[in-house]
């Protein structure tokens, strides 16, 4: 059955993910990380520049993996300029789309802000505290290996992001 769910999802066009641990579900459980704290609903793990959380390295910090206890999804809660990054397997002279979910913090600024860098790509995004939206960014490859960071600005309780994909978008 299963085999044939996924030949299924493949002819309706689903198409490969590159990133690695895209959903973070293969994240440690941030309740058993070192520093981590419990609030009302939350488990929130601090990681430190260097740390990894499987498939991404944080790049500035401060920066939390946490995770719901209600719903057992996971995100990078970006505060303070925090960042992660990701060398993604491509093909060069590929097009690609990096699709991932921004949310507004709503213990955050009014206005939250993160910076999206992909191979001939920098780009800013903003949303408000109670506002979640998918984004979309298209780039092309120029190697094997491309670098994508995702960092937000200074400024307290940044924006919380999750979800991630990249897929191909056809020949350039």
Do not use: C
């Not at 059955?1 to 002819?11: D, E, I, K, R, T």
């Not at 990894?52 to 303070?80: A, H, Q, Y």
């Not at 109670?130 to 924006?159: H, M, N, Q, V």
Request: glycine content about 12%; charged content about 20%.
């Amino acid at each position: 059955m299963a085999v044939g769910l996924a030949v299924a999802g493949w002819s309706l066009g689903m198409k490969p993910n590159h990133i690695a641990n895209g959903g973070l579900l293969e994240s440690p459980n941030p309740s058993t990380m070192s520093g981590a704290e419990e609030y009302e609903n939350v488990w929130k793990a601090p990681l430190e520049v260097g740390a990894n959380v499987p498939g991404f390295k944080v790049t500035r910090e401060p920066i939390f993996l946490v995770w719901s206890k209600n719903s057992n999804k996971r995100w990078l809660e970006l505060k303070d300029g925090g960042g992660v990054s990701q060398a993604v397997p491509v093909t060069p002279g590929q097009t690609y789309l990096l699709k991932f979910t921004l949310e507004g913090n709503p213990q955050g600024e009014d206005l939250q802000t993160i910076h999206i860098v992909a191979p001939g790509v920098t780009r800013e995004e903003t949303v408000t505290k109670k506002e979640t939206r998918p984004l979309e960014t298209r780039f092309t490859a120029d190697s094997g290996s491309a670098p994508i960071e995702i960092y937000a600005t200074e400024g307290g309780r940044g924006p919380r992001i999750h979800t991630f994909v990249v897929e191909s978008a056809g020949p350039n």
